[in-house]
Every structure is written in C-alpha cells, then in structure tokens.
C-alpha cells in the first residue's frame, strides 16, 4: 500500500503560481509512473501530467503546456506541480496519482492504483 499526500492548494489571482507537492510513503522501485489530476465541479477527472522515473519521460494535458511543470524528488520522496500562469479555468480538486512500480505511464485514471485525498485550486479573475 502506497500513501500519498499533496499540499500546496490555495486560492490565487489568475496569473500567478502555486506549487504542489505530493509525499509518497513508498519510493523503494526504480521505476514509478507518478501524475496529477484534477477535477472541477461538474466535470469528470482529467489527467494534468505525468512523469515516469525511468527515463523522467513527461506528458503534460494540451490546456497546461507551457505554464505547468511536473518533477520529482527522489531523496524526498516527492512529486511537485508547478504552477505558472494560472487561470480561472484552472480552478479544481487536484489529485496525486502513483502507480508503482511501473515502467510505463497512461494518462488514463484507472492506470493509477493510489490516490491522495486532493488539495484545492482556487483561481479568481
């Protein structure tokens, strides 16, 4: 059983940053898929991006290319969101998501065996 918890969330105006940060109670394989979700209300859960630790291959959703950043800490344990740009349509429950181990990653949510319990992104205009 692997534990995530994120922290981060907050309320900002639109154009400025935030980062995530999702500690992982496991972090022994080599090779894990790690990602960040999210879901707005009403709206279904969408992958934001995803990183394998393999190779540190990334994907990131078309709406956050070029404002967000996803990396990774091995000796903390870490994932990190950095959130740059941000806008109101931004605003949502954001999820980690790890599968581990893993030597590929989906943006698919049933991928993802363990989930944190979300922090809150708040975007006002």
């Known amino acids: 059983q692997v534990h995530l918890v994120e922290s981060g969330g907050g309320s900002v105006q639109a154009g400025g940053s935030l980062r995530l940060s999702c500690a992982a109670s496991e972090w022994t394989y080599s090779s894990k898929c790690l990602g960040w979700f999210r879901q707005a209300t009403g709206k279904e859960r969408e992958a934001v991006a995803t990183?394998?630790?393999?190779?540190?291959?990334?994907y990131y959703a078309d709406p956050v290319t070029g404002r967000f950043t996803i990396s990774r800490d091995s000796a903390k344990k870490t994932v990190y969101l950095q959130m740059n740009n941000l806008k109101p349509e931004d605003t949502a429950m954001y999820y980690c998501?790890?599968?581990?181990?893993?030597?590929?990653?989906?943006?698919?949510?049933?991928?993802?065996?363990?989930w944190g319990q979300g922090t809150q992104v708040t975007v006002s205009s």
């Open positions: 998501a790890a599968r581990i181990p893993s030597y590929a990653c989906f943006s698919g949510s049933s991928w993802y065996p363990y």
């Open positions: 990183i394998l630790t393999a190779d540190d291959s990334k």
